[in-house]
């Protein structure tokens, strides 16, 4: 499914710089590390966004995912799907036009998908 079809089955009325800029505001209160954003639109068909971020034990990728799921589905947004919860070494949380990696320090090291997709953080503001 291409991210302009899921962009349509997406519930609410966040745009998906929106919803990125809302994970990342999440992130941060839950203290989360190396918060970044990647805009991936001209990348892949996949999704708009890539969120990455660094939690310190699995606890806390868990609870930080956690976090994500909840205030996303008090604003309206649906959760596609979520991976990599039992190990929670690296969750991802796919939001449709934004996908979300939480990553324990090692994890985020080997994969590097920064340098894998070749990406610059987009600005915050």
Same mark, same amino acid.
């Given at each position: 499914? #291409?991210? %302009?079809?899921?962009?349509?089955?997406?519930?609410? #009325?966040?745009?998906?710089?929106?919803?990125?800029? @809302? =994970? $990342?505001?999440?992130? $941060? *209160?839950?203290? &989360?590390?190396?918060?970044?954003?990647? *805009?991936?639109?001209?990348? /892949?068909?996949? /999704? *708009?966004? !890539?969120? !990455? &971020? #660094?939690?310190?034990?699995?606890?806390? /990728?868990?609870?930080?995912? *956690?976090?994500? =799921?909840?205030? !996303?589905?008090?604003?309206? =947004?649906? #959760?596609?799907?979520?991976?990599?919860?039992?190990?929670?070494?690296?969750?991802?949380?796919?939001?449709?036009?934004?996908?979300?990696?939480?990553? @324990?320090?090692? &994890?985020?090291? @080997?994969?590097?998908?920064?340098? @894998?997709?070749?990406? %610059?953080?987009?600005?915050? &503001?």
């Amino acid at each position: 499914m #291409t991210a %302009q079809a899921r962009k349509k089955e997406q519930p609410g #009325t966040l745009g998906e710089r929106q919803i990125a800029r @809302l =994970v $990342e505001n999440i992130l $941060e *209160d839950g203290k &989360a590390e190396s918060i970044s954003c990647m *805009d991936v639109r001209q990348l /892949t068909s996949i /999704t *708009d966004y !890539m969120v !990455m &971020a #660094t939690g310190n034990s699995r606890i806390h /990728t868990r609870a930080l995912a *956690d976090a994500i =799921v909840e205030k !996303m589905k008090e604003r309206g =947004v649906a #959760t596609s799907g979520i991976e990599g919860l039992p190990a929670a070494e690296w969750v991802l949380v796919d939001l449709g036009p934004v996908v979300v990696h939480i990553m @324990l320090a090692q &994890a985020r090291a @080997l994969y590097d998908l920064e340098e @894998l997709w070749n990406l %610059q953080p987009v600005s915050k &503001a």
